[in-house]
């Protein structure tokens, strides 16, 4: 089994910065395509960030210029600093990532329990 846990969520004001990380672990090949959505309360859940699977990074328009995705591979662990925050980036923050298995065959999609992000005005 493999799991994602996240981290680095918390309350912040306007204009602040948070990092949050997001952590793969347990038995398994390969990762690819590790992501971050977030979900408001009432909206869909929306792509915040991701890598694709040639390693090219992704942004929603909201967040281009604020938000930098990142990847330590030795580690397994995806990173998101998030600067100049608004209250509209006030969700929970999921990690995702496709794993190849070690016991499976194939690619299956695994996403994280999620943490909290609230901005302040």
């Known amino acids: 089994q493999v799991q994602l846990v996240e981290s680095g969520g918390g309350l912040v004001q306007a204009g602040g910065s948070l990092r949050l990380s997001c952590a793969a672990s347990?038995?398994?090949?390969?990762?690819?395509?590790m992501g971050w959505y977030r979900q408001a309360p009432g909206q869909q859940r929306e792509l915040v960030a991701a890598?694709?699977?040639?390693?090219?990074?992704n942004y929603a328009d909201s967040v281009k210029g604020r938000f930098t995705i990142s990847r330590d591979n030795a580690k397994n662990t995806a990173y998101l600093q998030m600067n100049s925050l608004k209250p509209e980036d006030t969700a929970v923050y999921y990690c995702?990532?496709?794993?190849?298995?070690?016991?499976?065959?194939?690619?299956?999609?695994?996403w994280g329990q999620g943490t909290q992000v609230t901005v302040s005005s």
């Open positions: 890598f694709t699977s040639g390693g090219i990074s």
């Open positions: 995702n990532a496709d794993f190849l298995g070690s016991s499976w065959y194939g690619w299956r999609n695994y």
């Open positions: 347990g038995s398994f090949l390969s990762i690819n395509a």
